[in-house]
């Protein structure tokens, strides 16, 4: 019965925290990349271009970050945040490799921030205009 007991306890807890990741780590990036997509569509870019991708969790604040170069602006790192928790986006655009920017680079940039600050999303998806 012992035996029993402890088996059922491991496959619990093995299903529990399978469960866990994937949560925390496939359907949170697949979210992130639904959701920046979207914005990214919005600010008339064309994937084809994308020249470097680079995708992580920021387990800190349990965001989603994903960086993306373009082959006509290599110079440029787009960084777009995506907080699950309020279902929003915010951009970082850098003038590599100094890393120096923010959310106003102008100078050489052609796909500007949709808005200052976080892009909010409705429950199916779409972005809400402020």
């Known amino acids: 019965m012992k035996r029993f007991k402890i088996t059922i306890f491991l496959l619990i807890f093995t299903i529990g925290s399978t469960l866990y990741w994937y949560i925390e780590y496939p359907a949170h990036e697949k979210l992130a990349e639904a959701r920046i997509n979207e914005y990214m569509k919005l600010q008339g870019i ?28 290599k110079k440029i790192r787009y960084q777009y945040m995506y907080d699950k928790s309020q279902d929003r986006v915010l951009l970082f655009v850098f003038d590599d490799p100094r890393m120096n920017g923010g959310r106003t680079i102008s100078r050489g940039m052609n796909h500007p921030p949709l808005a200052e600050g976080w892009t909010e999303f409705d429950q199916t998806g779409k972005i809400v205009t402020p």
Do not use: A, T
């Open 46 to 73: 064309d994937k084809s271009k994308v020249w470097k991708k680079r995708s992580s969790r920021d387990s800190k604040q349990g965001r989603w970050e994903i960086s993306y170069k373009f082959k006509d602006e």
